[in-house]
T-cell receptor, first 114, second 114 residues
Framework: QQQVKQSPQSLIVQKGGISIINCAYENTAFDYFPWYQQFPGKGPALLIAIRPDVSEKKEGRFTISFNKSAKQFSLHIMDSQPGDSATYFCAARSAAGGGNKLTFGTGTQLKVEL | GAVVSQHPSWVICKSGTSVKIECRSLDFQATTMFWYRQFPKQSLMLMATSNEGSKATYEQGVEKDKFLINHASLTLSTLTVTSAHPEDSSFYIC??????????FGPGTRLTVT
């Protein structure tokens, strides 16, 4: 019930391409869905987040698409750059019952090639 | 953006000794801090949640007598790994939540127990 499933496990994209990472959840009480970027040996950094009352949120080259009925959300990275090569984690949090704790996906290792 | 620091960033200790890791929110007050553990190429696993001035809440399977957490002020939480063993070697990451609910992560502490 508390799991967040993330795919793919790894992804290789050409420079300038679109990177797409998908997540799915079961707990309908989740009401906050952030994406984090993590470089090797560093802590995760918040990229972008969405709440279920909107279907899409865009910040620069990063877009979250949210499908409440399907209980899925995805991260799109437009014009992917080598500097975007990192591990990306989706997460979800419930204000009620979940103790306001983030549940993380399993992570996606993105490599952007020249 | 909000900054969370951790100290030390990297520590090596001998088996049986104790290690203390500090986590500070530098420019905001954090009523809630979280401690995570991350093994190589894996997701973040929540160890415990600490609220300022009260006892930490540990996740199932996490030994509270081994991983001592103190949250003495709104800007400082500490994790002490007592009687460390090689299997405790991992990447420990703290996180602090601000009053808007946004959660910021520290840069992590690499613990190696020999």
């Amino acid at each position: 019930q508390q799991q967040v499933k993330q795919s793919p496990q790894s992804l290789i994209v050409q420079k300038g391409g679109i990177s797409i990472i998908n997540c799915a959840y079961e707990n309908t009480a989740f009401d906050y869905f952030p994406w984090y970027q993590q470089f090797p040996g560093k802590g995760p950094a918040l990229l972008i987040a969405i709440r279920p009352d909107v279907s899409e949120k865009k910040e620069g080259r990063f877009t979250i698409s949210f499908n409440k009925s399907a209980k899925q959300f995805s991260l799109h990275i437009m014009d992917s750059q080598p500097g975007d090569s990192a591990t990306y984690f989706c997460a979800a949090r419930s204000a009620a019952g979940g103790g306001n704790k983030l549940t993380f996906g399993t992570g996606t290792q993105l490599k952007v090639e020249l | 953006g909000a900054v969370v620091s951790q100290h030390p960033s990297w520590v090596i200790c001998k088996s049986g000794t104790s290690v203390k890791i500090e986590c500070r929110s530098l420019d905001f007050q954090a009523t809630t801090m979280f401690w995570y553990r991350q093994f190589p190429k894996q997701s973040l696993m929540l160890m415990a949640t600490s609220n300022e001035g009260s006892k930490a809440t540990y996740e199932q399977g996490v030994e509270k007598d081994k991983f001592l957490i103190n949250h003495a002020s709104l800007t400082l939480s500490t994790l002490t790994v007592t009687s460390a063993h090689p299997e405790d070697s991992s990447f420990y990451i703290c996180s602090a939540r601000d009053q808007t609910g946004r959660q910021y992560f520290g840069p992590g502490t690499r613990l190696t127990v020999t």
